[in-house]
């Protein structure tokens, strides 16, 4: 078992930036690749950043490349999610995810096996 707790989420001007961060604990961290989603109540959780346990790889979501950078520190098991340039339609609740490293970096929610609780995001206009 995984434990992950996001925080760093909040209110902030378009334009503004957030790093989001997300402590792992209870198993090894690893051998876990980590993922950051995104959700709108009632829509579905949509793909932002996944990084490889090595750190070597990143991926990300369309709407944020350019703007998003996801990185690690396993030393600290932490993930974050540096989030600049942040405009109205960011506003979500982040959830970060692990996912075993003995299965390739993946991008979709149900390829993950542990989820955080979420910390919202606002981004005022």
């Known amino acids: 078992q995984v434990q992950l707790v996001e925080s760093g989420g909040g209110l902030v001007q378009a334009g503004g930036s957030l790093r989001l961060s997300c402590a792992a604990s209870?198993?090894?961290?690893?051998?876990?690749?980590m993922g950051w989603f995104r959700q709108v109540p009632g829509k579905e959780r949509e793909f932002v950043a996944a990084?490889?346990?090595?750190?070597?790889?990143?991926y990300y979501g369309d709407s944020v490349k350019g703007r998003f950078t996801i990185s690690r520190e396993n030393a600290k098991n932490t993930v974050y999610l540096q989030m600049n340039s942040l405009k109205p339609e960011d506003t979500r609740v982040y959830y970060c995810?692990?996912?075993?490293?003995?299965?390739?970096?993946?991008?979709?929610?149900?390829?993950?096996?542990?989820w955080g609780q979420g910390t919202q995001v606002t981004v005022s206009s």
């Open positions: 995810a692990a996912r075993r490293s003995s299965y390739p970096l993946a991008v979709r929610r149900t390829e993950y096996d542990y």
């Open positions: 990084i490889s346990w090595s750190g070597t790889t990143t």
């Open positions: 209870g198993r090894t961290f690893i051998p876990y690749h």
